[in-house]
């Protein structure tokens, strides 16, 4: 599960001061010498969903070659996320960064983003939930067609409707491919996102709770349709962690 300021979410995430006598930290994602961090925290966008009023302006990448890339988002988003993701989407270095985009009028999306000719650069984008103060919480990234392809897996709304939605990354873009309600990986408030992706032997699959938070269940994607498995009952965030590490 990931947690805000510092667990795993996707590939493994470290803290980084940001910068000197700062007390915020800032979350970040490292793969295969590359690094993404969040910076520039801002209250701007107050919606408070992971427990406290900061969101973050502007995402740095730097990388083993040297290169140092900075990008600032403008005055009506935020990133409203724990940490950048890092994963090879295009199997092309370097690695892309996934994030959670808000705007204020909008709410969340899903962007992807990638540096193009020196810069961070927009790759692909799923449209905004279109409601302010709307989110979404990323599940994970992984192989969930079986094509040999990295897709991408979150809960629109975990405390609404809880829709567990499935992108495919194809020629630079994002396409859904399945989607299921009455799932949950957060808790409005929490300081975490619950869950994530596991593969037991059998293929990956989707760690979440039900939208009411008594049950454990993991969801695979077959021929096209998610389909649901009960692992239990939630009794605290150790579940996750049992289910994840294939005990359940």
Do not use: K
Not at 27 to 34: I, K, Q
Not at 87 to 111: C, H, K, M, N, Y
Request: charge should be negative; charged fraction near 20%; hydrophobic fraction near 40%.
């Amino acid at each position: 599960m990931a947690a805000r300021g510092g667990a795993t979410v996707g590939a493994a995430l470290v803290l980084a001061a940001w910068g000197a006598g700062a007390e915020v930290p800032s979350p970040c994602a490292e793969l295969d010498g590359w690094r993404a961090c969040y910076e520039a925290p801002t209250d701007r966008y107050p919606h408070g969903v992971l427990g406290d009023d900061l969101e973050w302006g502007a995402l740095r990448l730097t990388g083993p070659d040297g290169r140092d890339l900075m990008l600032t988002l403008p005055e009506d988003r935020v990133f409203e996320d724990l940490a950048p993701r890092l994963a090879d989407l295009d199997g092309v270095a370097p690695p892309e960064i996934v994030t959670v985009e808000s705007t204020q009028q909008g709410g969340a999306a899903l962007s992807v983003w990638q540096v193009d000719r020196g810069s961070l650069r927009p790759y692909a984008r799923t449209a905004d939930i279109g409601t302010r103060f709307r989110w979404l919480a990323p599940v994970g990234i992984a192989d969930l067609t079986g094509d040999g392809g990295l897709d991408i897996a979150y809960v629109e709304t975990p405390h609404l409707a809880g829709i567990l939605r499935v992108w495919t990354f194809a020629a630079g873009g994002l396409t859904e491919v399945a989607n299921a309600a009455g799932l949950s990986n957060h808790r409005i408030g929490d300081a975490t996102i619950s869950g994530g992706i596991r593969d037991c032997g059998t293929g990956p699959e989707m760690i979440t709770a039900d939208l009411g938070w008594t049950r454990v269940v993991a969801t695979r994607l077959a021929d096209g349709a998610l389909v649901h498995r009960d692992l239990g009952s939630l009794e605290g965030l150790s579940d996750f962690d049992d289910a994840l590490a294939c005990r359940r």
